[in-house]
Nanobody, 121 residues
C-alpha cells in the first residue's frame, strides 16, 4: 500500500503565506516526479508545480514568483511554499507522486486526499 498525506492547508488573508507538506509512505522503492495540483469549486484540477527526481522545477504561470516547490528525496516528502497568496488561490490542493513499488515494476500515479486552502480578501 502507498499513501500520500497532505498537511498545512488553512485560512489565510490575502498577501499571507502557507506551507503545504506531502508525505509518501508505504511500499516505496522509488519516487519519480512529485507535484502539486489544485481544484477550485466548479473548475477543473490544474497543475501548480512539479519537481523531478533530479530537482528540476516547473510552475504554472499563476504560481511563478510566488510559490516554491521542494522535496526531500530520502524522506519521500514534498513541500509547497506559497507566498503572496491571492483569493483566486483558494482551492483544494492535491499532492501527486509517481511511485514504483517494486524494482521491476512501473511507476504509477498516486494522489493525496487534498487539503483546503482558503484566501480571504
Amino acid at each position: 500500500q502507498v499513501q500520500l498525506v497532505e498537511s498545512g492547508g488553512g485560512l489565510v488573508q490575502a498577501g499571507g503565506s502557507l506551507r503545504l507538506s506531502c508525505a509518501a509512505s508505504g511500499s516505496i522503492v522509488s519516487v519519480n516526479n512529485m507535484a502539486w495540483y489544485r481544484q477550485a469549486p466548479g473548475k477543473q484540477r490544474e497543475i501548480v508545480a512539479i519537481i523531478t527526481r533530479a530537482g528540476n522545477t516547473h510552475y504554472a504561470n499563476s504560481a511563478k514568483g510566488r510559490f516554491t516547490i521542494s522535496r526531500d528525496e530520502p524522506k519521500n516528502t514534498c513541500d509547497l511554499q506559497m507566498n503572496s497568496l491571492r483569493p483566486e488561490d483558494t482551492a483544494v490542493y492535491y499532492c501527486n507522486a509517481q511511485i514504483k513499488k517494486d524494482a521491476y515494476g512501473n511507476f504509477y500515479s498516486y494522489w493525496g486526499q487534498g487539503t483546503q486552502v482558503t484566501v480571504s480578501s
